[in-house]
């Protein structure tokens, strides 16, 4: 949403967009519902229509209009959006007369959509039409030099929101970062988890300091939170999500093995010496299975 709304203002500065922007999240969208928050609807369409309505399409004309989540919208209602982006005019519930709107649209998923076409759960041609530019946005556990930049802007926007300056002692700054950018700190959450981390630092530190113990006792609380949303242990930073539970749980082992031993050669031997053959080399059917999960030894013992 925040990447969206910064293409946006930066389109509009440039005088390449005069509109307004229109931010939807396709999950709240159910129903017979959907449709009409999309397209709008006529006084009367349906029961509790009371008054004529238009619809996002119609309020992102000349403007752009983020539809976050789209792979959740209903086949119907992307059939309709189809017909939307490739002529620029719909049918608003439960009305004759066709709209027009002129927009930009930027889509954001975290679903794979070329798996759900496959699946059938999303439209083949709707895809083709959107997929002109594609941008993958890591998750924050891939992208941890991030963090430390983001402990101080986040600090000074939760000091204005409670009216007071809040900062990290030294001491207990460092403590935080070397928890955050460990494998140890997964965050599923992203931006999400490590805000609510620092309002809830903020909100407890005496006189707007954070300490060591508070930070110690933050540590604790978001090991068992992460601990108890995953059923279990925390997973390895480096084992990636969509593995399947099979592979997951076989890597996370090699991984277990690989950081107790100091080489590649000694952690291949201990993994292949029953079933290698005299011209199989430990290191480098270890180094073969690990770059499978787009990992070195390196990356590992780091």
Not at 10 to 25: C, M, P, S, W, Y
Not at 184 to 207: E, H, Q
Not at 249 to 259: D, T, Y
Not at 260 to 289: C, I, M, V, W
């Amino acid at each position: 949403s925040l990447l969206a709304r910064r293409i946006y203002e930066l389109k509009k500065a440039r005088h390449q967009i005069k509109g307004r922007f229109i931010d939807v999240n396709c999950a709240t969208l159910r129903g017979d519902g959907a449709a009409s928050a999309l397209f709008g609807h006529r006084r009367g369409a349906f029961t509790g229509a009371v008054e004529q309505r238009d619809g996002y399409l119609k309020s992102a004309d000349q403007g752009l209009l983020f539809l976050d989540e789209i792979g959740e919208l209903g086949l119907d209602e992307q059939a309709m959006l189809l017909k939307a982006l490739e002529e620029k005019r719909f049918y608003a519930v439960g009305s004759d007369r066709e709209e027009e709107s002129d927009f930009q649209l930027i889509a954001g998923t975290n679903r794979d959509l070329r798996a759900e076409v496959r699946a059938g759960r999303f439209r083949e041609d709707l895809f083709a039409r959107i997929n002109i530019w594609t941008y993958t946005l890591p998750a924050l556990a891939e992208r941890r030099e991030d963090i430390e930049p983001n402990l101080q802007h986040q600090l000074a926007l939760l000091s204005q929101e409670l009216g007071r300056t809040t900062r990290f002692n030294r001491e207990a700054q460092r403590d935080y970062l070397n928890f955050a950018l460990s494998p140890a700190a997964p965050w599923p959450g992203n931006f999400r988890d490590l805000s609510a981390s620092l309002l809830r630092l903020a909100t407890l530190a005496p006189g707007g300091r954070i300490d060591r113990p508070l930070v110690a006792a933050e540590i604790q609380r978001l090991q068992w939170l992460w601990r108890e949303a995953a059923g279990g242990p925390v997973r390895d930073a480096l084992i990636p999500a969509d593995l399947d539970l099979f592979d997951q749980l076989q890597l996370a082992q090699v991984l277990k093995l690989c950081r107790e031993h100091p080489s590649l050669a000694s952690a291949g031997r201990a993994l292949f010496n029953q079933s290698r053959s005299e011209k199989t080399n430990d290191s480098d059917r270890l180094r073969k299975y690990l770059k499978k999960f787009g990992l070195s030894w390196d990356a590992i013992k780091s």
